[in-house]
């Protein structure tokens, strides 16, 4: 069942109450989680990114519900990992002409997953954009290494709305969709539970990634990553909160209990309280990552 995030965009995704883990035993679940793709109808239907592979006929057989598949003009695939590209095979069978966007890495990614099925990959570069009518356009952005060598995110003008892929997720399931709605302690800590445990080691990398966004001139509107929660209501927050308030390097340590902790009633505070919080101390959590499934070349 599809969700409304904004103007012509819904969440196609999956609600994962169930999973208990992830990247194996390594990262431990405990409210549930979220894989998050995007369907997108403007002058052209545009689908972006699917889920985890076991899901992929439960996915194929709820989109079929909302659309018929042949009116897809275009797949994005911001990473190969199969938490996201799970469905492509399954999809691909049905339209098996589709363009499906996405980085050259992202390519070998999929096709060493997969195999090589003759899928009509169009490969892009940062700043390269896709028409999709009603005077809106994808922007594509290069994500590598944040968290795989594949990455990237899908902003796209008019609702401003930046598909960040895993960066700015986390795993929590949020039936009600936004940040807005869900409770803002366990939101903050599962965020920043997620980008200790996947996005740290790359954290100098996000840094040079957020100027290298701002110099685009790109206005956010809302950040859809790919699990948990969409950042609707103040977006930018948890952005601030990563870079400026919770920068982890691999000597520092992370305390949870500083991260800020709001809730319904008692909301987060303003933006120039935050910035005088302390920084949290983030613990290197490089041995609680599990080795890629995939090796790839950068
Ligand atoms: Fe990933
Ligand atoms: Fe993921």
Redesign the pocket.
Known sequence: MRKHVKGNVSWIGYVDWELESFHGDDYSIYNGSSQNAYLIEEEKTVLVDTIWVPHRFDFIENLKKEIDLHKIDYIIANHG?C??SGALTTLMEEIPDTPIYCTANAVRSIEGQYGKRGWNFHVVKTGDSLDIGNGKKLIFVEMRMLHWPDSMATYMTGDNILFSM?AFGQHYAVEELFNDKADQCLLNREAMKYFANILNPFAPILTKKLEEIGKLNLPIGMIAP??GAIWRTDPLQIVENTPSGLMPTRKTRLPLPTIPCGTAQNPLPTRSLRKSMPRARIQSSRSSISPSPIRMKS
């Open positions: 990992e938490d996201h895993d790919s699990h």
